[in-house]
């Protein structure tokens, strides 16, 4: 095979620029920032800055209000991806069923993609106002007492359904994009050799969309550990108590409202690891046993 | 083309006209009606003189705007002004060589700051504890109680005589619940501003040592017998479903203006979403109380003031003495003090308010200025101060949330929130 050589030096960099002062300038240079911050003691106005080294670091791993946390987006995110996944497979399976009116069908369900995060929990925030919600009055009718404002299950569970509700559509999309991929041969065959419908649906459609489901998932784990964060401001800001604040709200929280940025600063560099450790491990474990077709 | 020609000649001209003038810039956080009082209020100081422009720009809520006010000081591109709330108070303070204390900006100006001249109450808190100002109070207010007086008459309850101690309103809210009256009998808005900072300052029992932090490095003194008496009581209504919780702000005046409960402290600056809503209200002082020494003592101020950025040229300090000069005249005051609700800053501006009959037909507005300067403040009631006051608002919160939703009683929920907060306190200082 014969190289490709191309005359000019300066070009290539000249049509790479853009793109490298964005990645630049946008993410390389606020990162290196995170991490000398993390390793500084500062007061807000920045008038008194010591090196502190891991100190920042030591401390926000002792911190119980930290592992707590933790432990509050490893179930927040476990719960969105696993709910907003499944919904959306289920709802792309049912409409590829549709025969009369696909397109405004699927339309529709795109719909909830376009709206922003804050405005997404504001809209919960009020269908389930336990004073006011046009949604917690049948609740209450129901015999619960529903109250997310005191009660951490229920405040949960509003925060999970707004963020599931607002990533339905995205997943929808790539799941009906997978679906039709499927080669209808494979599916007609099952059903002469007398497969149910169930049945076809487990051993091929399911195996089938592997690389979809996949994908998602990494998209989705992504999404719950940061675009989350205007659900959660907008619905219970991280309460009551302590139970719906997870590592990006902390990172908010201490940084901007307690103005504590050196925590800050080792919560992002932290949280940064975390994403980086999980994608390493999704790509180099999972994707193994994704079948690419 | 004539018109065109003036157009660009006006244009042209223009900047060279206004290099002549000072800029003042002026970060504020008013949105809305109180919004559009700081407009009117730049502009009208725009006219009376022509040496300084004062420009306000809205930067958002009030964190928002303290947030913006720091990183743009770090960047070193400060503004001149810059309205922070009372809980970012201590935050501006702790910043020495950032900010120039207002006393000393206007006698550098070559005004006379007679701290008599001023509502001691509100002035206090903006002080150093040697008593010089160091910012400049724009919008004070109080917390007071709001009553539904429909839901009263309803409940059998005198509509035009509300409770005055906390065990009356506990009792009246108990009667309100069970007469059927309304769903709820009480709630309140911040709980850490009226039944923790506030309360102390109105029974006259100690929120922190140090002067609640005014003299120096608080330590905290919220899980006294008193507190815990009062909260028990709380948590033991919230129990029985005659108190209701709202939320951690401001968001408990919605579960009032609905309806659904028939009592609620608030700030006196939340008097106009009440209005709006048209129930038949009733204002009455904040609860006390009746088993503290001394209560009612005195309110303190909550709401916000003006800072100015250290760093500065003369120039520009003089445009800003002679601003919070102008800011200071009885006229402009009572304007602000009738429009936007927040109280006025000098005597001279209450007694001219009190003259003009506007408390004969607005008597409720009275009700905050009273509470504020009904006694000289003692060493309890001169408001509260901590570099990390939002923080340690936080962990009130989480702690208040736990008790109110069973999870611990109230001794524990103040002894947590005490021992978690000084822990933060000493961080933050350092020590």
């Known amino acids: 095979m014969r190289r490709t050589v191309f005359p000019h030096k300066l070009l290539p960099w000249l049509l790479l620029a853009p793109q490298?002062?964005?990645?630049?300038?946008?993410?390389?240079?606020?990162?290196?920032?995170?991490?000398?911050?993390?390793?500084?003691?500062?007061?807000?106005?920045?008038?008194?800055?010591?090196?502190?080294?891991?100190?920042?670091f030591r401390k926000v791993l002792g911190d119980p209000a930290y592992l707590n946390a933790l432990q509050v987006t490893v179930i927040f995110s476990a719960l969105v991806a696993f709910f907003a996944m499944g919904i959306a497979l289920f709802l792309a399976v049912q409409a590829e069923k549709v025969i009369r009116g696909k397109g405004f069908y699927r339309t529709l369900m795109i719909w909830p993609y376009a709206v922003a995060p804050a405005i997404a929990g504001m809209l919960w925030l009020f269908m389930f106002n336990p004073s006011f919600g046009t949604l917690a009055w049948p609740l209450r009718q129901m015999g619960i007492s529903w109250n997310p404002l005191l009660n951490s299950n229920h405040a949960m569970t509003l925060v999970v359904a707004a963020s599931v509700w607002k990533q339905i559509s995205y997943n929808f999309l790539f799941f009906v994009a997978g679906l039709q991929a499927i080669p209808?041969?494979?599916?007609?065959?099952?059903?002469?050799?007398?497969?149910?419908?169930?049945?076809?649906?487990?051993?091929?459609?399911?195996?089938?969309?592997?690389?979809?489901?996949?994908f998602l998932l990494v998209v989705n784990t992504v999404y719950a550990l940061f675009d989350t964060f205007g659900i959660i401001h907008a619905v219970t800001s991280g309460g009551p108590g302590k139970s719906t604040e997870t590592l990006v709200y902390k990172v908010y929280n201490d940084g901007f409202v307690n103005l504590i940025m050196g925590d800050s600063a080792a919560q992002s560099v932290i949280l940064m690891l975390i994403v980086i450790a999980l994608t390493a491990f999704q790509f180099r474990f999972i994707e193994r046993r994704v079948h690419y077709g | 083309m004539k018109t065109q020609a003036l157009w660009i000649a006006g244009l042209v001209a223009m900047p060279f006209a206004a290099q002549a003038q000072t800029e003042i810039s002026w970060w504020h956080a008013m949105s809305?009606?109180?919004?559009?009082?700081?407009?009117?209020?730049?502009?009208?100081?725009?006219?009376?003189?022509?040496?300084?422009?004062?420009?306000?720009?809205?930067?958002?809520?009030?964190?928002?705007t303290l947030n913006a006010g720091i990183a743009a000081f770090r960047a070193g591109q400060a503004p001149d002004i810059?309205?922070?709330?009372?809980?970012?108070?201590?935050?501006?303070?702790?910043?020495?060589?950032?900010?120039?204390?207002?006393?000393?900006?206007?006698?550098?100006?070559?005004?006379?700051?007679?701290?008599?001249?001023?509502?001691?109450?509100?002035?206090?808190?903006?002080?150093?504890?040697?008593?010089?100002?160091?910012?400049?109070?724009?919008?004070?207010?109080?917390?007071?109680?709001?009553?539904?007086?429909?839901?009263?008459?309803?409940?059998?309850?005198?509509?035009?005589?509300?409770?005055?101690?906390?065990?009356?309103?506990?009792?009246?809210?108990?009667?309100?619940?069970?007469?059927?009256?309304?769903?709820?009998?009480?709630?309140?808005?911040?709980?850490?501003?009226?039944?923790?900072?506030?309360?102390?300052?109105?029974?006259?029992?100690?929120?922190a040592t140090n002067e609640n932090g005014l003299a120096g490095q608080p330590e905290l003194e919220i899980d006294s017998p008193l507190y815990v008496k009062h909260f028990q009581e709380l948590a033991d209504l919230a129990k029985e479903g005659v108190f209701v919780y709202g939320g951690r702000t401001s968001e408990a005046k919605q579960n009032f203006t609905s309806?659904?409960?028939?009592?609620?402290?608030?700030?006196?600056?939340?008097?106009?979403?009440?209005?709006?809503?048209?129930?038949?209200?009733?204002?009455?002082?904040?609860?006390?109380d009746e088993t503290a020494p001394g209560a009612p003592q005195n309110t303190t101020p909550g709401g916000a003031s003006l800072w100015v950025m250290g760093g500065k040229s003369d120039e520009t300090y003089k445009g800003v003495a002679a601003f919070f000069n102008y800011l200071s005249q009885t006229p402009v005051q009572q304007h602000l003090h009738e429009q936007s609700g927040y109280l006025p800053v000098t005597m001279a501006a209450y007694e001219a308010t009190k003259a003009s009959g506007f408390y004969q037909t607005n008597p409720a507005r009275e009700v905050p200025i009273l509470q504020m300067s009904g006694k000289p403040p003692t060493a309890n009631s001169k408001g509260v101060r901590a570099a990390n006051l939002p923080q340690l608002r936080d962990i009130q919160n989480e702690e208040y949330e736990k008790m109110l939703a069973g999870q611990q009683d109230a001794a524990t929920a103040l002894k947590n929130a005490a021992e978690r907060g000084n822990a933060a306190i000493k961080e933050a200082y350092g020590n």
């Not at chain 1, 990162?31 to 911050?37: V, Y």
């Not at chain 2, 709330?85 to 303070?93: A, R």
């Not at chain 2, 006393?103 to 001691?120: I, M, N, P, R, T």
């Not at chain 2, 809503?277 to 002082?285: C, E, F, K, R, S």
């Open chain 1, 20 to 56: 490298l002062a964005i990645t630049l300038i946008f993410f390389y240079w606020p990162a290196a920032q995170a991490f000398r911050q993390s390793v500084l003691r500062e007061d807000a106005f920045g008038l008194k800055t010591t090196f502190v080294g891991l100190a920042n």
């Open chain 1, 184 to 214: 209808r041969s494979l599916l007609e065959a099952a059903a002469i050799d007398g497969a149910t419908r169930r049945h076809s649906f487990w051993t091929i459609v399911f195996p089938l969309l592997a690389p979809t489901t996949f």
């Open chain 2, 32 to 64: 809305g009606a109180n919004g559009e009082v700081v407009n009117k209020i730049a502009t009208d100081f725009n006219a009376s003189q022509s040496e300084y422009v004062v420009k306000p720009v809205f930067k958002g809520t009030y964190p928002e």
């Open chain 2, 82 to 207: 810059i309205q922070v709330f009372d809980v970012g108070t201590g935050v501006m303070m702790a910043a020495q060589g950032a900010v120039k204390p207002v006393a000393e900006v206007l006698e550098e100006g070559g005004f006379k700051f007679d701290k008599s001249q001023y509502l001691a109450g509100i002035v206090g808190y903006y002080s150093t504890p040697e008593g010089d100002m160091l910012s400049f109070p724009y919008n004070s207010s109080s917390p007071v109680m709001y009553y539904n007086k429909d839901i009263f008459t309803k409940a059998g309850l005198d509509a035009e005589n509300p409770p005055k101690t906390w065990a009356d309103v506990w009792t009246a809210a108990r009667k309100i619940k069970e007469s059927g009256a309304a769903t709820c009998g009480y709630t309140s808005t911040w709980l850490t501003w009226i039944h923790t900072e506030t309360f102390a300052a109105w029974n006259d029992t100690p929120w």
């Open chain 2, 259 to 288: 309806g659904e409960c028939g009592i609620l402290t608030e700030s006196s600056g939340g008097l106009g979403d009440i209005v709006k809503a048209g129930i038949n209200y009733g204002i009455g002082q904040l609860p006390y």
